[in-house]
């Protein structure tokens, strides 16, 4: 199984601040790698897809990248909204298996 | 708008058996792939099992045998019919839609709780 590594676990930042959090494969997966945020008692909602596209209607603040093993999400200029758990996930092989998620909190 | 509506979670004593459903709606159901992906309490995201346009399966170690994806294109529906559950098996359970091209889940709907406990 392909094990993803997220850091840091959480992360406390302010209100305009740029925040990136790390994804790492424990194998090659290409870009097959996606982004979710979740809130607390709500469905994960998809950011990104093949490491770097945005699904549609997602922000322009949000982006992300990388290639082989190691990802990256950032986020430009934290707004109220964001502050959220945030999942990579891939899916080049099966079993599809998330990172442990980043809990991104208000400073 | 895409929707996806989970139902049939609820309290079932260790080896009981439930069926989860998911009635989609919204979008061209059997151009797209299917997955459920679940939470525990407290705990991230797992992913349970796929189904294929063509209805191939796929699962997590942890279910296979006990568990079974399957899908009604002509009911807009994907299910999972799970057995001799375990208590390690209580979480949230979430229906989820691939892409067109099936590279990630770009929908979910909002979760229907399964507990099992004595």
């Known amino acids: 199984d392909i094990q993803m590594t997220q850091s840091p676990s959480s992360l406390s930042a302010s209100i305009g601040d740029r925040v990136t959090i790390t994804c790492r494969a424990s194998?090659?997966?290409?870009?097959?790698l996606a982004w979710f945020q979740q809130k607390p008692g709500k469905a994960p909602k998809s950011l990104i897809y093949?490491?770097?596209t945005l699904q549609s209607g997602v922000p322009s603040r949000f982006s992300g990248s990388g290639s082989g093993t190691d990802f990256t999400l950032t986020i430009s200029s934290l707004q109220p909204e964001d502050f959220a758990t945030y999942y990579c996930?891939?899916?080049?092989?099966?079993?599809?298996?998330f990172g442990q998620g980043t809990r991104l909190e208000i400073k | 708008d895409v929707q996806l509506v989970e139902s049939g979670g609820g309290l079932v004593q260790p080896g009981g058996s439930l069926r989860l459903s998911c009635a989609a709606s919204?979008?061209?159901?059997?151009?797209?792939?299917m997955s459920w992906v679940r939470q525990a309490p407290g705990k991230g995201l797992e992913w349970v099992a796929n189904?294929?346009?063509?209805?191939?399966?796929r699962y997590v170690d942890s279910v296979k045998g006990r568990f079974t994806i399957s899908r009604d294109n002509a009911k807009n529906s994907v299910f999972l019919q799970m057995n001799n559950l375990r208590a390690e098996d209580t979480a949230m359970y979430y229906c989820?839609?691939?892409?067109?091209?099936?590279?990630?889940?770009?929908?979910w709907g909002q979760g229907t709780l399964v507990t099992v406990s004595s």
């Open positions: 919204g979008f061209s159901f059997d151009n797209h792939w």
């Open positions: 093949t490491a770097s």
């Open positions: 189904i294929k346009r063509g209805g191939d399966e």
């Open positions: 989820a839609k691939y892409d067109a091209i099936g590279h990630s889940h770009d929908s």
């Open positions: 996930q891939q899916h080049i092989s099966y079993p599809v298996t």
């Open positions: 194998q090659d997966i290409s870009n097959n």
